[in-house]
């Protein structure tokens, strides 16, 4: 009986090394970032804390040659709730190192959660964060933070001011709708002002307080901005662009070559307007106003919300971060201990058309490029598809530019379809048309029983070709409990010329860029198939006309190194 214990003993310790050696302990996942068996939805180069949950991107900056990027965090779980700023920092913004929060509900001011707010770098260099708090009556007030040790490299600590809460919801302010600020700007006046998110008398509302030294905020008697045609403006953002290149401007830059952006987050979408502003008088003049127009201007036109951007002043351009989150259930999220991705680093800028902007991932990602597949001047005719082999499809960046040879038979667009997303959920992927759809399919099984499909439409308009951008997550998983949107959009661009398209895939997200970054959708999905190994990628053309195939090139993608600081050795894993 000794005997049969003592090799008891011997068995449980080894089960207890084994499972620590996977990460387990006390039946918790500690580290789900090494286990791709048990995560196959789980992103390799996309930003993700190690686990729990995750949402808005807030404060992004540069410092002394070290990017911040904060977001909104769950230190306990994968769901929402005890909201604290989790901090991570990177040298190239694609590889992360995951420090201590910044900001954790501590105070009278922001027991119920710190939420969303921004950085902003002082003359002098020295950076501020304004964020909300939820206070102990659950009153929605801005507090001010900063660094506790300037030569701290990555500004693990940061204070709040004893002067907080610096901003409360008076004078008609709702203070359940009352949070958000945005980066500060300077005035020709050396006056302070920000933008603070509000829903004033039903109406989505930017608030403008001015302050002379970032601790007295006085609010402006005129909002910088609001609409009759919207309610409560989440995450506002304001900051300019310029007429001229793709250059980005920092954030307090006002003069005749630039152009101003307003992006408000609601109706889980962000929605911009690009206008005049004039810093004398605070008057920010737009046509069209928000949902003013057929075209109602959006950063993505998939599942992206809540972002923000920042001005990267090492490479002169200005840098947008949107979180992506999940499209499967709360119980799915529990399971896998996390939920909530944030989209990849974009460069934003002015289109040339100055009617809107136009977004690039930023130059870094492609640092992660691995075995490029190269293919030109194919023709793909009419109702056939091949696959693109020789890359991990699952981990891939995906580049294609087709020609339209011939647009004579292209179909009529009607006037009343003007609703491009109920226009891909009628017309999706396998209704064959005359010029497509054609495009990828992505994350696809090899039966094709699992696949998402990003793909273009041209109709002939009015006076015009009008190209149609899709996303149809219909098919893209045989789980039935996940969401499956048809997302889609119209891209601005000539068909006679090109119409490009890249993708870049991630085991549980698709980022596609459409006309070279006019138009861009991410979707989520979640294969039970089409996963690692398993997953496929085609290009397919569904119309009767024949299409050709200018330049096609194809990369796996590297994992991009993100851990927390004491797992920074960790050997990379492709
Ligand atoms: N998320 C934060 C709020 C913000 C919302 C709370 C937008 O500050 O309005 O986590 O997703």
Redesign the pocket.
């Known amino acids: 009986m000794e005997g049969y214990l003592f090799w008891i003993l011997i068995l449980q310790i080894f089960f207890i090394a084994y499972r620590g050696r996977v990460g387990y302990s006390h039946g918790v996942q500690k580290d789900l970032q090494y286990n791709p068996k048990n995560q196959p939805h789980r992103t390799a180069y996309h930003f993700q804390p190690p686990k729990n949950w995750m ?2 991107p807030n404060g992004p900056m540069y410092y002394k040659g070290i990017y911040h990027l904060f977001y ?1 965090y769950n230190p306990y779980s994968a769901v ?1 709730g005890n ?1 604290s700023w989790g901090h991570s920092i990177s040298y190239n913004l694609v590889d992360w190192i995951h420090i201590e929060q910044a900001i954790n509900p501590t105070e009278p001011y922001d027991i119920n ?1 710190c ?2 707010g921004s950085a902003s770098i002082l003359p002098g260099g020295n950076p501020v964060i304004l964020y ?1 708090g939820s206070d102990f009556r659950n009153r929605q007030v801005q507090n001010i933070a900063v660094p506790k040790n300037l030569s701290d490299p990555y500004l693990r600590e940061w204070i709040k001011s004893d002067h907080n809460p610096l901003m409360t919801p008076m004078n008609g302010i709702d203070p359940q709708f009352f ?2 600020p945005t980066t500060a700007w300077e005035g020709p006046d050396k006056i302070w002002r920000v933008v603070v ?1 509000s829903q004033i008398k039903g109406h989505g509302t930017a608030l403008l307080y001015q302050s002379r030294d970032f601790v007295n905020w006085t609010r402006s008697h005129r909002p910088l901005h609001f609409s009759n045609k919207t309610a409560m403006w ?2 506002p953002d304001f900051y300019p662009v310029s007429v001229d290149g793709i250059n980005g401007l920092d954030t307090s830059v006002q003069d005749t070559g630039t152009k101003h952006v307003l992006k408000a ?1 609601f109706n889980d979408r962000d929605y911009y307007i690009i206008g005049t502003y004039e810093p004398e008088t605070d008057t920010f003049s737009v046509n069209p106003d928000f949902m003013d127009s057929n075209v109602k201007l959006r950063y993505d036109y998939g599942i992206f ?2 972002s923000k951007t920042f001005y990267d002043s090492a490479k002169r351009r200005r840098i947008l971060w949107g ?1 992506v989150l999940e499209a499967d259930g709360e119980p799915d999220d529990i399971n896998k201990g996390w939920s909530g991705l944030q989209s990849l680093p974009r460069s934003i800028f002015l289109d040339k058309t100055g009617k809107q902007l136009s977004q690039w991932p930023i130059e870094e990602i492609e640092t992660l490029r691995r075995k490029e597949v190269n293919l030109q001047n194919k023709e793909i005719k009419g109702g056939t598809m091949f696959e693109i082999t020789g890359i991990t499809a699952s981990q891939a960046d995906i580049e294609v530019s087709f020609h339209l040879p011939n647009l004579d038979e292209v179909e009529l667009m009607h006037p009343e379809w003007l609703d491009p997303q109920f226009l891909c959920s009628e017309k999706n992927a396998a209704t064959g048309g005359v010029i497509g759809p054609f495009g990828i399919l992505a994350l696809a099984s090899k039966d094709l029983t699992e696949h998402t499909a990003v793909f273009f439409r041209v109709f002939r308009g009015h006076d015009n070709y009008v190209v149609l951008m899709c996303s149809d997550q219909n098919r893209s998983s045989l789980r039935e409990e996940v969401k499956k949107s048809t997302f889609g959009a119209f891209v601005d661009v000539d068909p006679v010329e090109m119409i490009s398209l890249r993708s870049l895939i991630d085991h549980s997200i698709i980022e596609s860029f459409g006309g070279e970054g006019k138009t861009c959708i991410t979707a989520r999905v979640y294969p039970k198939l089409a996963i690692g190994n398993e997953s496929h990628v085609y290009v397919f053309n569904n119309g009767t006309e024949s299409i050709r195939i200018s330049n096609l090139s194809a990369w796996s993608m590297k994992r991009a190194q993100i851990f927390p600081l004491h797992k920074r050795r960790k050997p990379e894993i492709d």
């Open positions: 949402n808005d909104q929402w909201i959660g939420w969303s909300t949070r958000d998110g989440e995450c987050s919300y809540a979180w």
